[in-house]
């Protein structure tokens, strides 16, 4: 898209929108389609081109500008290495001290980093980070007066791959339009971007997290098999983490403490992802919580397709990845089955994020005996699987606030979930007003599938019981979780930070 006048709102958009269906994307579909008023303009930040398809989305007519940027996508290198002296890349040796200072003291006032990069725009370029001597000795020094990784070879692939994205980044801090206020959807790389728009443009930056990218990270990093541990044989501590492992989950604790140190309002989706965030280095005052919402009118009409006693169909919608732990929804089908032999499994999301997941999940259907009673569906249309379903199933080992789960109670299906995000406050309620609604399904532990069969055999096998869960899912979508109420505190706080930013780019014209 062509540049246009500035938009309204930049949002910040780091491997959601609109490549990638799920709960985030649908939240900014949602946010996009119901603010016609407000222009936006779009950044994607993914990690290669390679991976990702075609676009999810279709651009709503009040989407004034998109681009997309890919951050391991490096540019071939030059023919002759930049040359940069010691002295020049003083600046980025306090680039990379001041990130540091944020985590190791809490307190540490905001650095302006958006200075140093804007006074040595020849040193902060990806060509300068990955291909100068500069660069080399540098990290060089880092690894004797920092690391306890005894492999400089994989210490210096590492520090390369963290700091890569920030140089793309940091140029784009130069290239992108204005727009009259800023908004990422997480922390993380996104996050990084919206603090250093703040600073450089002296602009509204605001930052919301529908789980805590931090933790997910956390949660990603310690799982993965691609970072070395070069462990010492003799270390006492088996739980230690690894220099680099430890490396990657402080790089983004830092980005993360940066967001929420630029950020006003820092928005999450419920009460323990507040504290979360409060514990993570947040100001308390800056805080507030805003849940999603979903459209009633829309869903409503579904409750009288769906047969009642209701079909004994457990549904599970997600992406087939780790960390909505599909493999326990598969064991907890293997009791049920047991138990209810007409029951069904749907597995309804897209299936090609974790090609190798995928194929485990299918090799334990195969092992328990369940080819015919657990079904991948793929991306399905909600409004034609949520009549045909007897109950909602989430067995992850992280959520934020599931936008499945108010669907479903939208439609009049009750939810079994792992104790994980909002999913308590969701299914028994979050204020005393809340919890004398009665319970709209049943929360269980995390990776235990006896429990989750358990569960739900309880609300499908008892129709009284699965009716008062109905009555209860949806009186409290329809008095708490409404997309109008959504939709109206996200127009006041949009309104505001873009009237103080018009009025920021009025006086930089006249300035």
């Not at 003083?90 to 985590?103: A, D, G, P, T, Y």
């Not at 206020?181 to 443009?201: C, D, E």
């Not at 015919?372 to 949520?386: H, N, R, Y």
Request: aromatic share 10%.
């Amino acid at each position: 898209m062509p540049h246009n006048p500035p938009a309204d709102l930049m949002l910040i958009l780091e491997g959601t929108y609109p490549y990638v269906r799920g709960g985030v994307s649908s939240w900014v579909a949602n946010i996009i389609k119901g603010l016609p008023e407000i222009s936006f303009s779009l950044v994607f930040i993914g990690s290669r081109q390679q991976d990702y398809g075609k676009k999810s989305y279709d651009m709503p007519d009040n989407i004034v500008h998109y681009e997309e940027h890919f951050l391991y996508d490096s540019p071939p290198p030059p023919a002759v290495p930049p040359k940069i002296s010691p002295k020049q890349f003083q600046c980025v040796e306090k680039f990379h001290s001041e990130l540091r200072e944020l985590l190791d003291h809490k307190n540490a006032p905001v650095p302006d980093l958006s200075r140093t990069v804007k006074d040595n725009p020849e040193v902060f370029n990806e060509s300068t980070f990955l291909h100068s001597k500069a660069s080399w000795n540098f990290i060089s020094e880092c690894f004797h007066k920092y690391s306890t990784e005894p492999s400089f070879i994989d210490y210096f692939w590492t520090v390369r791959n963290l700091h890569q994205p920030l140089w793309v980044l940091l140029k784009l801090v130069r290239t992108l339009p204005p727009a009259a206020a800023y908004h990422s959807v997480s922390t993380g790389y996104a996050g990084f971007l919206g603090a250093m728009l703040q600073h450089s443009r002296n602009a509204p930056y605001i930052l919301m997290e529908h789980g805590i990218y931090t933790k997910e990270r956390r949660i990603d990093l310690l799982a993965a098999d691609w970072i070395a541990d070069n462990r010492n044989p003799f270390q006492h501590n088996p739980m230690q983490l690894s220099y680099l492992r430890e490396m990657w989950i402080r790089f983004f604790e830092a980005l993360g403490k940066f967001a929420y140190d630029s950020a006003n309002p820092i928005i999450s989706l419920y009460n323990e992802a507040r504290q979360r965030q409060i514990d993570d280095g947040a100001d308390p005052y800056r805080t507030m919580i805003i849940p999603n919402g979903v459209n009633i009118e829309r869903l409503a009409p579904l409750r009288e397709q769906r047969p009642f006693p209701p079909p004994p169909v457990l549904c599970l919608l997600g992406r087939v990845v780790p960390i909505k732990d599909i493999k326990t929804f598969i064991r907890a089908m293997r009791t049920v089955a047991n138990r209810l032999p007409e029951a069904e499994g749907w597995i309804v999301g897209p299936t090609d994020e974790d090609p190798d997941y995928f194929e485990e999940c299918q090799q334990l259907v195969t092992s328990l005996g369940l080819k015919d009673k657990v079904k991948f569906l793929g991306f399905q249309k909600i409004t034609d699987i949520l009549p045909q379903s007897g109950v909602l199933v989430l067995s992850s080992i992280s959520e934020g606030l599931p936008l499945v789960i108010l669907e479903a109670y939208a439609s009049g299906l009750p939810c079994i979930s792992t104790d994980v995000g909002s999913c308590r406050e969701l299914i028994e309620g979050r204020t005393p007003e809340d919890h004398a609604i009665g319970p709209s399904g049943k929360v269980v532990g995390i990776a235990d599938p006896a429990a989750l069969a358990g569960a739900a055999l309880e609300l499908l096998t008892n129709p009284e019981k699965w009716r008062r869960a109905q009555q209860a899912a949806i009186t409290r979508v329809e008095t708490y979780y409404t997309e109008h109420q959504m939709l109206s505190r996200f127009r006041e706080i949009y309104t505001e930070a873009i009237e103080h930013g018009r009025y920021r780019l009025r006086t930089t014209e006249t300035s």
